[in-house]
């Protein structure tokens, strides 16, 4: 069964760097899609990006200049990097596995990790 | 990009009752359209994928429907831990987009 799992600091402060790790068990991450969720304060929810098997990437453009999505097969995780954060980047940060290579329904999810940005 | 709207934003209901939520998108997205129930403190479950196709596990009282713009979620015959919020979110275009959700509360 394919499990993700989320890691990281729960409060960064403004202008600094937002790293948090996606670990996956159960199901290798060179197959399939792999991508970061946010949900803010208020309930919006934001697309951020993914990593595909390959390990190519995309990117919500209104994050491009800041983010960066990254891998490491031998551990099997994947990573998120959101730069030069602000207290708008205060959400719950999620991180999904997509259903199939022509799917791009989000079928499996962590349980979502809290990030405060606060000085 | 593509603008989901989900209405209304808060529905309260009876146990029992069957109830059907709205998405519509701000451009024709064909059947590209996927259903996610969260309950608080939860992550999302995905309940249905394009528009109508049903997912393993989830109660069949969940149906999907709609194509192009306009696009609903139907639960027959509400039990209670369908209580939650209810999205929408588009693949048509590789910026995907959510809803801002619709809310479900007991009556």
């Known amino acids: 069964e394919v499990q993700l799992q989320e890691s990281g600091p729960g409060l960064v402060k403004p202008s600094q760097s937002l790293s948090l790790t996606c670990s996956v068990t159960g199901y290798s991450i060179t197959s399939n899609y792999w991508g970061w969720i946010r949900k803010f304060p208020g309930n919006k929810m934001e697309w951020m990006g993914y990593i595909s098997y390959s390990g190519s990437t995309s990117y919500n453009p209104s994050l491009k200049s800041r983010i960066s999505i990254t891998r490491d097969t031998s551990k099997n995780q994947f990573f998120l990097q959101l730069n030069s954060v602000t207290t708008e980047d205060t959400a719950t940060y999620y991180c999904?596995?997509?259903?199939?290579?022509?799917?791009?329904?989000?079928?499996?999810w962590g349980q979502g990790t809290l990030v405060t940005v606060s000085s | 990009n593509i603008v989901l709207t989900q209405s209304p934003a808060t529905l309260s209901v009876t146990p029992g009752e069957s109830v059907s939520l709205s998405c519509r998108a701000s451009?024709?997205?064909?059947?590209?359209i996927h259903w996610y129930q969260q309950k608080s403190n939860e992550s999302p479950r995905l309940l249905i994928k394009y528009a109508s196709q049903s997912i393993s596990g989830i109660p069949s009282r969940f149906s999907g429907s709609g194509s192009g713009t306009d696009f609903t979620l139907s639960i027959n015959r509400v039990e209670s831990e369908d209580f939650s919020i209810y999205y929408c979110?588009?693949?048509?275009?590789?910026?995907?987009?959510f809803g801002s959700g619709t809310k479900l509360e007991i009556k």
């Open positions: 999904a596995r997509s259903s199939g290579y022509y799917d791009a329904s989000f079928a499996y």
């Open positions: 451009q024709s997205i064909s059947t590209s």
């Open positions: 979110q588009q693949s048509y275009s590789s910026l995907f987009t």
